[in-house]
């Protein structure tokens, strides 16, 4: 895109903002901006605000709720096939003495070891933190003192969740020295829950990136194939997982940045109704858009993870007082599943396939009991715009005192993507959410016929390293707040995974993950045999 496409009141209004904020602005980063494109959002979302009343409520000001009662508490079961090295697998085996936390801690930590040279999944590896937190694990277990399925596992978390006395980058040069004094509430959570946190993985600059593209620290290889994207921001978490060097790991999602790693990297992952996680403790990138969730290999793993972290917090005042996560019976038998069929998004729902796969993944839910049916959902395409006009307004507010001393710190991508931020007009926040609002509305409205929406994850597989992948079927669920999951269900011709993501009502998180794990069980495209297991037990021991 050439400067000359964008209109020139808006780069008139960009130049001014940033005069009037005290930034300064380069001729060569308002032209890196055109060519990223990232000035196409703002034309975008001029559109999309334009169409609503001036008098509209903000989002902002609702008190949004499940407008249906959620399905009541059940029992799942394990999916037949599930993964040996699963969190629900290893778990009776550590807690029966079988496997030892210690040797389960070490393995994990000599795969890291030998292989993340060349994946570059981990910002920090807690080789002695870990080591001693496997012990007092395995000395409690023995002890009678079993804490529940994550006790003595080894997993990883984000590196923009602090850990008190490590440095937390959020993938930025600015934060490089930056010690923490006290535990991110997930941290607390994983650690009361016995989980061995062995690193800190790596990530996009301040989680600003859908792709694993990082000015700093490098990109984050594909397990799968080291010439594609692991997809971003929680690259190293997915990574790590997808490769077997840990059992599971935390991310952040803002619009996507859990959900598309996990699905080009062929595993799963969720992210919760906002505020069933707290994110006290994480850099923010928006705070009204950012979610905190699990990726694991499995669903049952990922509601053993979820179980862990959810809850109220005092310390984050977006969380929410809510039932635990239970699971409603077995089978699909009367859940209407709404299919999108047109996005509303130009270039279309996805590559021949992408779609395939999807297909194959609402087969496996038609065959255990659920409806299908096709609904055409065009706001999508508006509801992505918005996100993205959110996101940058509320990223913008933190970073700004940032930008006015440290501008030269920030990588080129970072750097051009958050100035792009200052093209939006001065009441664009509210009219963001007015027609937030509306959008919102409209989709809920759809959960009166429905109870649950599925898209293809992402519309392709895994793009070249450092290229950042779309965030068309993502983002609309982080400005919604809904529940949302990716599950993987095939392979591409080259061998790269595919995946289906499924999205519920606010606070059924059950069903979402109740749908998933009838897709996983079915395992369509017969991802299971190919994937990279490990860290294993010793031998004899799975």
Request: aromatic share 4%; net charge negative.
């Amino acid at each position: 895109m050439s400067e000359e496409r964008i209109p020139a009141w808006i780069l008139d209004r960009l130049r001014a903002n940033l005069r009037g904020a005290g930034i300064r602005i380069a001729d060569a980063d308002i032209a890196g901006m055109n060519e990223k494109g990232f000035l196409k959002n703002v034309m975008a979302f001029e559109e999309v605000a334009a169409g609503g009343p001036p008098d509209a409520l903000p989002d902002y000001v609702a008190d949004w709720r499940p407008h249906r009662p959620v399905a009541a508490a059940g029992s799942l079961g394990t999916p037949s096939g599930t993964d040996v090295h699963s969190i629900a697998q290893i778990a009776p085996l550590v807690r029966n003495g079988e496997v030892s936390p210690v040797e389960l801690t070490e393995r994990a930590l000599s795969a890291i070891q030998e292989r993340d040279a060349h994946l570059n999944a981990f910002q920090l590896v807690l080789t002695d933190e870990a080591t001693e937190r496997a012990r007092v694990a395995e000395r409690e277990i023995a002890d009678g003192r079993y804490r529940g399925a994550l006790h003595g596992v080894p997993v990883a978390v984000k590196d923009l969740l602090a850990m008190r006395g490590t440095v937390t980058t959020a993938g930025s040069k600015i934060l490089a020295e930056w010690i923490a004094d006290r535990d991110a509430t997930a941290v607390e959570r994983l650690i009361a829950a016995g989980a061995v946190i062995v690193g800190k993985t790596r990530m996009s600059e301040f989680a600003y990136s859908p792709g694993s593209n990082n000015a700093h620290y490098g990109p984050t290889r594909h397990p799968w194939n080291p010439d594609r994207d692991a997809g971003g921001s929680s690259s190293g978490s997915a990574a790590a997982v997808a490769d077997g060097l840990v059992f599971g790991a935390v991310g952040t999602d803002t619009g996507g940045s859990v959900r598309i790693p996990a699905a080009l990297c062929g595993i799963v992952g969720l992210k919760p109704t906002f505020g069933r996680t707290s994110l006290a403790g994480a850099v923010p990138l928006a705070w009204s858009l950012d979610h905190l969730g699990p990726i694991t290999r499995t669903v049952p793993d990922a509601i053993l993870m979820l179980a862990a972290l959810e809850g109220h917090d005092e310390r984050d005042a977006r969380t929410r007082r809510c039932p635990a996560i239970a699971l409603p019976p077995d089978g699909a038998a009367g859940v209407r599943v709404g299919v999108v069929m047109d996005n509303g998004v130009a270039s279309g729902m996805g590559t021949a396939e992408a779609l395939q796969a999807w297909r194959e993944g609402l087969v496996a839910l038609e065959r255990n009991g659920a409806e299908l049916v096709e609904l055409e959902v065009p706001e999508m395409a508006a509801l992505w715009t918005l996100n993205g006009a959110v996101l940058a307004l509320e990223a913008a507010a933190y970073h700004e005192p940032m930008l006015r001393t440290r501008l030269d710190d920030y990588g080129e991508f970072m750097r051009q993507r958050i100035l792009s931020a200052y093209a939006y007009g001065p009441h664009s926040f509210v009219r963001a959410q007015q027609a937030r609002a509306i959008s919102r509305r409209r989709l809920e409205a759809l959960l009166d016929s429905i109870d649950l929406l599925t898209v293809p994850t992402v519309p392709h597989a895994a793009p070249p390293l450092g290229v950042p992948t779309t965030t068309m079927h993502t983002a609309p669920f982080n400005l919604l707040g809904w529940p949302s999951v990716t599950v993987p269900v095939g392979l591409t011709s080259e061998g790269l995974p595919l995946a289906m993501q499924l999205a519920g009502r606010p606070w059924d998180d059950a069903s979402v993950l109740a749908a998933a794990a009838l897709v996983e069980a079915a395992d369509p495209g017969r991802l299971r045999s190919r994937r990279r297991l490990g860290p294993s037990p010793p031998a004899g021991q799975a």
